[in-house]
């Protein structure tokens, strides 16, 4: 029997010309990476906090991210992060992964936290720092081909602290060497995506420090290679949206880290400081699915949707189903946009009539329609409630505390 509330929802949507069967379509298809790194202990760099049951090594993080894909039917996918991650058999970790229902997604090199590249990884102005750097990104590319990820993601930290520290213009040139050496190395079905953000740890300037100059290095790499959209990485003010529609109209959008900020990069749970700025982003890549050109739709398909955040006191896999399940609440309600009544407002330059046709779609509560396609696909209808209720938080409990940390 169909419940109230959502039959009441279906009535609604019918009447403002919105196929629910094809929302419903679009939601059981919506598909979000979880970090490895989410799962472990981390901090800021005043505190990391130890927490209870927190996964010993990569192969519990696996079980623990397969405890959230199978409550939610959102999360098939675990990004990992190289050495974190670091294992001596990576086909035993995606079989582990893949016995779960899991599959390992995007691999990042971390060129962040070895004594060496203080001063740089690939934009170190030591040769053999920089060789150091661009070896472990072929690694990683072995290592992605080894575990079936098609998605190297890219993250330096490299930057300045001060005015003259270095040369920006020779950092740009080894950064772009070092990026095309590791092009050259992925096999054709394979991606790179270029990730910036605006500042931190470096505090003067920061060698790709936004979507421009990611864009800028991806067009001299070629095709394969996208920018990454972390949604943390921006100034204070910056229109994210525009951004993404913007990547997605030149074919460059590869795909996002979602995590909330208030300040900087904070790393909060998507959607809990911000979720209608998640919803108009939605919004944008919704529209660029409809566009008449081939080459927009198809890369609408291939945007990775993923997570990066780092849960420091909240409990980690509640955590992280609220994040899928935040993300999927906003998808919901941007896939109610009546497109054609935006257009049509466009259309007649009114602008509070298209202002409103974007925001009321925002207003609709999505509550029925997400019990509805849970219930359809055998999931629990509150997977958090459903996580809260099991017995998994009292299983790990035996791993004790000093798990891994990031
Ligand atoms: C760092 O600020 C970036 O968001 C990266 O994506 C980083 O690799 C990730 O946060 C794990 O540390
Ligand atoms: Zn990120
Ligand atoms: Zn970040």
């Known amino acids: 029997m169909k419940d109230k509330a959502y039959v009441l929802f279906e009535e609604q949507q019918l009447a403002?010309?919105?196929?629910?069967?094809?929302v419903k379509q679009k939601l059981a298809e919506l598909k979000i990476e979880t970090p490895s790194w989410g799962?472990?202990?981390s901090g800021t760099r005043f505190k990391v906090f130890q927490k209870e049951g927190v996964p010993r090594n990569p192969f519990e993080k696996m079980e623990d991210a397969a405890v959230v894909h199978r409550l939610t039917g959102l999360a098939p996918t675990v990004a990992i992060h190289i050495p974190w991650d670091q294992v001596d058999d990576y086909s035993k970790l995606r079989s582990h992964a893949e016995n779960l229902g899991l599959r390992i997604g995007a691999v990042n090199p971390n060129l962040f936290q070895a004594d060496e590249y203080m001063l740089g990884s690939v934009t170190n102005s030591d040769s053999k720092i920089r060789r150091m750097a661009t070896d472990h990104l072929l690694a990683c590319v072995d290592i992605a081909k080894e575990t079936g990820s098609k998605d190297v993601s890219l993250w330096f930290a490299d930057g300045t602290n001060y005015p003259g520290q270095g040369d920006i213009r020779k950092r740009k040139g080894w950064m772009q060497e070092a990026l095309q050496e590791m092009y050259r190395a992925l096999d054709p079905d394979m991606r790179m995506l270029i990730e910036y953000k605006c500042f931190e740890?470096?505090?003067y300037h920061t060698d790709l420090a936004d979507w421009g100059m990611a864009y800028n290095m991806a067009l001299k790499l070629g095709e394969q290679a996208q920018v990454l959209v972390?949604?943390?990485h921006?100034?204070?003010g910056a229109n994210i949206e525009h951004i993404v529609a913007y990547l997605l109209d030149e074919k460059r959008l590869g795909g996002f880290h979602f995590n909330s900020r208030k300040y900087a990069d904070d790393d909060l749970i998507v959607g809990t400081v911000n979720p209608y700025e998640l919803f108009l982003i939605f919004y944008q890549i919704l529209q660029g699915s409809m566009d008449e050109d081939e080459g927009i739709r198809s890369g609408v398909d291939k945007?990775?949707?993923m997570l990066d955040q780092s849960h420091n006191i909240e409990q980690k896999i509640p955590a992280m189903i609220r994040s899928v399940l935040n993300v999927q609440t906003q998808y919901a309600k941007a896939l109610l946009v009546d497109h054609e009544e935006v257009a049509a407002a466009q259309k007649n330059n009114d602008v509070l009539a298209a202002e409103h046709a974007v925001r009321r779609a925002f207003e609709f509560d999505v509550t029925p329609l997400l019990h509805a396609v849970r219930e359809e696909q055998g999931l629990p209808v509150d997977p958090m409630e459903a996580y809260l209720n099991s017995r998994y938080?009292?299983?790990i409990a035996g791993r004790g505390k000093g798990g891994a940390s990031w």
């Open 234 to 236: 921006h100034l204070p």
């Open 39 to 41: 799962y472990g202990d």
């Open 393 to 395: 938080t009292a299983e």
């Open 230 to 232: 972390d949604t943390g």
């Open 201 to 203: 740890p470096a505090f």
């Open 16 to 22: 403002r010309g919105i196929d629910v069967n094809h």
């Open 303 to 305: 945007i990775a949707y």
